[in-house]
């Protein structure tokens, strides 16, 4: 099983990034992923989350109207595009994968099996 992070880096303020996260080793299509966030000396939060399907997706209030969260089963990949990016965003992002249903169940990191190594993404004011 891996899940790999890409398209993180440095932006400015007001900018955009287009993560994804490339799956394999699993049914992808039978997981829902989610992407957290991880700043220095704070927890892991949820951002963003999508059932198997796609149809159902859940964004945490910080980003709600900024990111949004697509996947392409076909291809075993989900993106999240960032935009209005704001410094506190910066944190290293992880994408992982869960075989729960439920969507508010998968607010909590300890419902995912698969993690990614994360990507940094660092917005500068």
């Known amino acids: 099983v891996q899940l790999v992070e890409s398209g993180g880096g440095l932006v400015q303020a007001g900018g955009s990034l287009r993560l994804s996260c490339a799956a394999s080793g699993f049914t992808f299509d039978t997981y829902a992923i989610g992407w957290f966030r991880q700043a220095p000396g704070k927890e892991r939060e949820g951002v963003s989350i999508i059932s198997s399907g796609g149809g159902r997706t859940y964004y945490a209030d910080s980003v709600q109207n900024r990111f949004t969260i697509s996947r392409d089963n076909a291809k075993n990949t989900v993106f999240l595009q960032m935009n209005s990016l704001k410094p506190e965003d910066t944190a290293v992002y992880y994408c992982?994968?869960?075989?729960?249903?439920?969507?508010?169940?998968?607010?909590?990191?300890?419902?995912?099996?698969?993690w990614g190594q994360g990507t940094q993404v660092t917005v500068s004011s």
């Open positions: 992982a994968a869960s075989s729960t249903v439920i969507l508010s169940a998968l607010r909590t990191p300890s419902q995912y099996a698969y």
